[in-house]
C-alpha cells in the first residue's frame, strides 16, 4: 500500500472519533479558523447540547490539546499555531468530503435516504400519471419528483463520488431492513 492509502487509513481512524468531528464542524461554523478557546467552547456546547461550565470546558480543552489537535495536526487536517492559539481547518481533499455527512454506528447516512425516497416518489407519481387521466396535475407532480431524483443522484455522487452511486442498492437493503425491524 503507498503513502496515500495509509493516509486515508489515518484520516479514517481520526474521522471515527466523535470530538475530533466536532472540532471540525465547530472549524467550519466559524469560516474555517478560530481561537482555541472559542473552538473549545463550541465543541463543549455541542456534547453537553447546553452552554457548558467551566469544568467541563476545561476537560474538553485538555483533551483536545494533548489528545485530538496533535493527532489531526499530524494528518493535516488542521494547523495549530500554539504562539496565537489559533486553529484552522486546513481545506480536505476531495476524497474526504463525505466525511462531513459521518453518522453514527448503525445509521443509514442522508445522502442514501434521500435516492431512496426520491425514487419511490418518482416511480408512485410514474404510476399515478400511468393510470389517471388527470394528465395537468399528475404530469407536474412527475417532474417534480422527477427532478428530486436527478439532484438526489447529484448529491449522492457529489457526496461519495461517482462510485457512490453504487452504494444506492446497499442503501435501499438497509433501509428495508430497519424498517422491517420497525413493524415487527
Avoid at 474521522?15 to 479558523?33: F, H, M, Q, W, Y
Avoid at 468530503?97 to 454506528?105: G, L, S
Avoid at 448529491?155 to 438497509?174: C, D, E, S
Wanted: with cysteine; hydrophobic share 40%.
Amino acid at each position: 500500500m503507498g503513502s496515500g492509502s495509509s493516509r486515508c487509513y489515518d484520516v479514517f481512524s481520526l474521522l471515527s472519533n466523535p470530538r475530533r468531528r466536532l472540532i471540525i464542524k465547530a472549524l467550519e461554523d466559524v469560516g474555517g479558523e478560530a481561537c482555541l478557546r472559542e473552538i473549545v467552547r463550541r465543541v463543549a456546547e455541542m456534547e453537553n447540547h447546553a452552554p457548558p461550565d467551566r469544568k467541563l470546558r476545561k476537560s474538553v480543552y485538555t483533551g483536545i490539546v494533548q489528545n485530538h489537535l496533535p493527532k489531526m495536526s499530524l494528518a493535516g487536517l488542521v494547523e495549530y499555531d500554539r504562539d496565537t492559539d489559533t486553529v484552522r481547518l486546513v481545506e480536505l481533499p476531495r476524497e474526504y468530503r463525505y466525511h462531513h455527512e459521518a453518522v453514527e454506528k448503525g445509521d443509514i447516512p442522508w445522502c442514501l435516504y434521500y435516492p431512496c425516497l426520491s425514487l419511490a416518489g418518482f416511480l408512485s407519481s410514474l404510476l399515478y400519471t400511468a393510470y389517471t387521466h388527470f394528465w395537468n396535475g399528475s404530469l407536474l407532480t412527475l417532474i417534480f419528483s422527477a427532478l428530486l431524483l436527478i439532484s438526489s443522484l447529484l448529491h449522492t455522487a457529489h457526496t461519495y463520488g461517482v462510485n457512490g452511486i453504487k452504494l444506492i442498492p446497499l442503501g435501499i437493503r438497509a433501509i428495508t431492513k430497519k424498517l422491517k425491524k420497525h413493524i415487527k
